[in-house]
């Protein structure tokens, strides 16, 4: 029998190909999702200020180093200013977003107000703070964008945070309510957008780990274990484990909506509705046709967009953004 040489080196090559590509693949998911989103919504438009609000962790600065390579490949004009709003959380490293933004050479502007002692103050020990902390974090950061001139505030949440919010408020508030891509500001005068809207958190961690972010942790709330948020959370990453099509099925349905065959009167006119003659093959159909898991999974993996705008794409031999 003819023996094989064992060659260490030419494996080690074979595996740091192997993990080239696969970092160049999550790279170029992530501006495609990103561009889909952008154009799904219509986001960013030609002569924008984009204030990308920068909080230290990994979806912000994943979101930020996404904006600035769809800037130098998008198809139209817009600017980016980062903002990072400094809560005075005791032993914040109020030195690291500085020397990191210094070093984009992007301008940036940190806002510096002591919110962390009235959350503290306000809120008693043990109790859930995101919402006194994320009204005064809006708040400020709506002054900052009129300050600033900007025309668009850029937000981090993403796909899982989108489903969260859509089933904290089903489970807990009785209500169906997500977060939407974009919306207009509780002021009335800004508009607020949601670039990573189509990009799963696991994919923003493995690209924070790429990019070696010099991430920040959130002292104020990431010491609450028991936050609902976070069971939510922990759904969530059970059926990507287990029926990964599940998720991304949920977060599809936000955009594919019937009212006819829910029980919102304020959508739909159940009280007017009568017979019309007219034949309708779904009238009465309350559950749609189930796929396979293997066919849920394809097509959300395949097509995360919800939309139907034309999207930013990268083109796959040269690498540019194009209106596609």
């Known amino acids: 029998m003819q023996s094989v040489d064992f060659n260490p080196t030419q494996t080690t090559r074979f595996s740091e190909e192997r993990q080239?590509?696969?970092?160049?693949?999550?790279?170029?998911?992530?501006?495609?999702?990103?561009?889909?989103?952008?154009?799904?919504?219509?986001?960013?438009?030609a002569g924008d200020r984009v204030m990308v609000c920068l909080s230290g962790g990994k979806d912000s600065y994943g979101m930020l180093d996404i904006l600035m390579t769809l800037r130098q490949r998008a198809p139209i004009d817009f600017e980016?200013?980062?903002v990072n709003l400094d809560q005075k959380q005791?032993?914040?490293?109020?030195?690291?977003?500085?020397e990191y933004?210094?070093?984009?050479?992007?301008?940036?502007?940190?806002?510096?107000?002591?919110?962390?002692?009235?959350?503290?103050?306000?809120?008693?020990?043990?109790?859930?703070?995101?919402?006194?902390c994320s009204r005064l974090r809006r708040g400020i950061l709506y002054r900052v964008a009129s300050?600033?001139?900007a025309t668009k505030i850029a937000l981090g949440h993403h796909r899982d945070d989108i489903l969260a919010t859509f089933f904290l408020n089903m489970f807990y508030g009785a209500?169906?309510?997500?977060?939407?891509?974009?919306?207009?500001?509780?002021?009335?005068?800004?508009?607020?957008?949601?670039p990573l809207a189509y990009i799963t958190e696991a994919d923003l961690i493995a690209y924070a780990q790429l990019k070696q972010f010099p991430i920040i942790p959130c002292n104020l709330c990431g010491s609450q274990e028991?936050?609902?948020?976070?069971?939510?959370?922990?759904?969530?990453?059970?059926?990507?484990?287990?029926?990964?099509?599940?998720?991304?099925?949920?977060?599809?349905?936000?955009a594919n909506i019937a009212p006819s065959h829910l029980m919102d009167t304020t959508l739909f006119d159940f009280v007017g509705l009568k017979p019309d003659g007219i034949a309708n093959p779904l009238g009465d159909t309350a559950f749609d046709?189930?796929?396979?898991?293997?066919?849920?999974?394809?097509?959300?993996?395949?097509?995360?967009?919800?939309?139907?705008r034309p999207a930013w794409t990268i083109h796959v031999d040269t690498d540019h953004l194009k209106n596609t």
């Open 289 to 308: 046709a189930a796929e396979t898991t293997a066919d849920r999974t394809q097509d959300a993996c395949e097509s995360s967009s919800v939309g139907t």
């Open 147 to 149: 300050e600033l001139g």
């Open 175 to 194: 209500k169906l309510k997500a977060m939407p891509p974009k919306l207009v500001s509780d002021d009335g005068r800004h508009t607020v957008i949601r």
């Open 101 to 132: 933004l210094t070093k984009l050479d992007i301008p940036f502007h940190i806002e510096t107000r002591d919110t962390y002692s009235i959350v503290k103050r306000l809120i008693p020990e043990g109790k859930t703070t995101c919402s006194l």
């Open 80 to 82: 980016i200013v980062a």
């Open 226 to 254: 028991n936050l609902k948020r976070k069971e939510i959370g922990e759904m969530l990453a059970q059926w990507d484990k287990k029926d990964p099509g599940r998720a991304w099925n949920t977060f599809k349905a936000l």
């Open 90 to 98: 005791p032993g914040f490293p109020a030195d690291i977003l500085p």
């Open 20 to 45: 080239r590509l696969e970092q160049n693949k999550l790279s170029k998911r992530l501006m495609r999702e990103a561009g889909r989103a952008i154009a799904d919504y219509n986001m960013i438009e």
